[in-house]
């Protein structure tokens, strides 16, 4: 079974940029689409990116331009990289993988049986 762990969240000011990573351990998730979701303090859950296992990515509306999401399966390890971070970016970011292989990454969140423990992000103005 896939642990998840993400990093790279911190303190940013507006308009600064962010790479969070996470990281796998257990299986290879090359044949798995991944996404990132974020939860702003009392706010639901949402979606933010994913990308498929053949590598074809999809965002929210809210971060598209700005974020990219990448993976370097050789590494095991999913990537997000955010730039020009606005506050209300501001939120615990978690990546997640998808419960099934070869699948197209979508945005609901039971596509994704596993999950990260979530890296807080705060971006400040």
């Known amino acids: 079974q896939v642990q998840l762990r993400e990093s790279g969240g911190g303190l940013v000011q507006v308009g600064g940029s962010l790479r969070l990573s996470c990281a796998a351990s257990?299986?290879?998730?090359?044949?798995?689409?991944m996404g990132w979701f974020r939860q702003a303090p009392g706010k639901e859950r949402e979606f933010v990116a994913t990308?498929?296992?053949?590598?074809?990515?999809n965002y929210a509306d809210s971060v598209k331009g700005r974020f990219t999401i990448s993976r370097d399966n050789a590494k095991n390890t999913l990537y997000l990289q955010m730039n020009s971070l606005k506050p209300e970016d501001t939120a615990v970011y978690y990546c997640?993988?998808?419960?099934?292989?070869?699948?197209?990454?979508?945005?609901?969140?039971?596509?994704?049986?596993?999950w990260g423990q979530g890296t807080q992000v705060t971006v400040s103005s």
């Open positions: 257990g299986p290879s998730i090359s044949a798995y689409a």
């Open positions: 997640a993988e998808a419960t099934y292989r070869y699948q197209i990454g979508g945005r609901a969140q039971a596509q994704y049986g596993y």
């Open positions: 990308i498929s296992w053949n590598g074809s990515g």
